[in-house]
């Protein structure tokens, strides 16, 4: 948190602790105390473009829950009466973005940065689980703001009139409440989605969700099998990314919809690996690794399906141990087939599966040769992302466990990377042309060549330069039939 942000802060508890009833008072000061740290310029400028143009204009939703918490926001939506074609009047001399203008919405591009603009409205019946039939623009500010999914999410807030609060978000903001906005069910049946917001916020905020709307949560979960894959994995990705994740994750298994979300978590509930090395069944070890992974996805999502072959794996040794030979692949295949299912990137999978399938490759001694073979493998951009993937491992299978193999191979490959020993063929100092200016012809043996100087470079970095190479060939091929 920067100093400036530091410093609003402050300045705001020192308005509610030395002038608790000045309440418009205190809601004029802090508005202008935000304008000057928090708000940044372009918003402020929208706010108030709207008002000279006789509109009422607020910010509203996350960004004022984000201001009340002291966060900066990612980003601010602003709410006005001004219909769309006002908004976009008003902004004549700004780049508009009409995509939402049938709901009211108006994107006006100002410094490089996207603001949506909203007209206040409310909302015919939902008919598909995730959008209204139709919206009529209102004046009414507290009825836009009751169609709103949670409390936190339902306060708007100006200069002019401070904070607008009808449903009491400030409050579950200080208990620490996910509450929706009036009978949960009704929210729900409007927009599927929301079940899984709820814990999304809650996981998010480390906040505990309300009674009712945690119990509307488990009986109605199973809609969510009708919302798109595409926003069940933001939601989800967004889970995975937050401080803690396993909140989230404990939360959809006892809300019963982990088998709508992620149901390769299943067999790993309460199963014993009957092995000494590890404390805990899979499923509360995967949460362990995932919570102890850097907040970088490919690596979050490699932690949650890392282990996740280990159901389907188990054999039992005369001792009564069980072992997971080979594990990792079918972990591989089932990362790849449910990042698939939730229309990820080809890169995302790629890196992802990497990770799984090398994932134990931290019991291998290995030399500078091998870990060279290794970096080729996962890559150079993810080879310390496998590293920290194998610490959490680690460190989540027992108490005792010792990570200081680990922490020396990290400064091993620091060290082959930093001074530049190659690793792969295409940094080898000679390439195919190379070989065919020697007199060889396309096909098989070019690339038999290059897997030679390949290993040979491995072994003795220094080779790598053109006329040691040249030579290797010719020591080597020099009787080969198609020279």
Request: hydrophobic residues 35%.
């Amino acid at each position: 948190m920067d100093i400036k942000t530091l410093l609003a802060i402050r300045q705001v508890e020192f308005l509610y602790l030395f002038f608790p009833s000045c309440v418009i008072l205190r809601l004029q000061i802090i508005w202008r105390i935000y304008m000057d740290y928090l708000i940044p310029k372009y918003v402020v400028e929208v706010v108030d473009k709207l008002e000279k143009a006789g509109y009422e204009a607020f910010i509203v939703g996350g960004s004022v829950r984000d201001l009340i918490l002291g966060r900066s926001p990612n980003d601010f939506d602003i709410t006005t009466n001004a219909r769309p074609d006002e908004i976009i009047e008003t902004f004549a001399d700004y780049t508009s973005i009409l995509t939402g203008v049938d709901f009211g919405t108006v994107t006006v591009v100002i410094d490089k940065n996207n603001i949506e603009i909203t007209t206040h409205r409310i909302e015919e019946e939902y008919i598909d689980g995730r959008k209204p039939s139709k919206v009529h623009f209102t004046n009414d500010l507290e009825g836009d703001l009751s169609r709103r999914d949670f409390t936190i999410n339902a306060m708007a807030f100006n200069g002019e009139f401070g904070l607008i609060d009808p449903f009491k978000g400030q409050k579950d903001l200080k208990d620490k409440l996910i509450k929706t906005v009036g009978n949960p069910r009704e929210r729900f049946e409007e927009d599927h989605l929301r079940i899984l917001r709820a814990i999304r916020f809650a996981t998010q905020l480390n906040f505990t969700i309300e009674e009712n709307t945690y119990k509307a949560c488990k009986d109605m979960g199973k809609l969510l099998r009708s919302i798109s894959v595409e926003r069940i994995r933001d939601e989800l990705f967004k889970i995975l990314l937050s401080e803690k994740p396993s909140y989230g994750i404990k939360l959809m298994k006892d809300l019963e919809i982990l088998e709508v979300i992620l149901p390769e978590l299943l067999p790993t509930i309460g199963f014993d690996q009957r092995n000494p090395h590890h404390s805990k069944d899979v499923f509360y070890h995967t949460l362990c690794v995932v919570d102890n992974t850097p907040t970088i996805l490919s690596v979050r999502l490699a932690a949650l399906f890392h282990d996740l072959g280990k159901p389907h794996t188990l054999s039992i040794d005369e001792e009564g141990v069980g072992h997971f030979y080979g594990h990792e692949k079918v972990s591989e295949d089932i990362a790849r087939k449910r990042l698939n299912g939730l229309n990820c990137s080809n890169q995302l999978i790629k890196r992802v599966t990497s990770l799984v399938r090398e994932h134990m490759t931290h019991h291998a001694n290995y030399k500078d040769k091998g870990l060279k073979r290794l970096i080729r493998r996962v890559g150079k951009d993810n080879i310390f992302n496998l590293i920290d993937l194998q610490k959490a491992d680690k460190m989540c299978s027992n108490p005792q466990a010792d990570i200081t193999l680990l922490n020396n191979r990290e400064k091993q490959i620091k060290r082959i990377l930093d001074s530049k020993e190659p690793y792969e063929k295409k940094q080898l100092a000679i390439d195919g042309s190379d070989i065919l200016k020697l007199g060889y012809k396309e096909g098989k043996i070019i690339g038999e060549i290059l897997d030679y100087l390949m290993e040979k470079v491995l072994e003795e970095p220094k080779l790598n330069n053109k006329d040691d190479l040249l030579r290797l060939i010719m020591m080597e091929f020099e009787s080969d039939e198609e020279f």
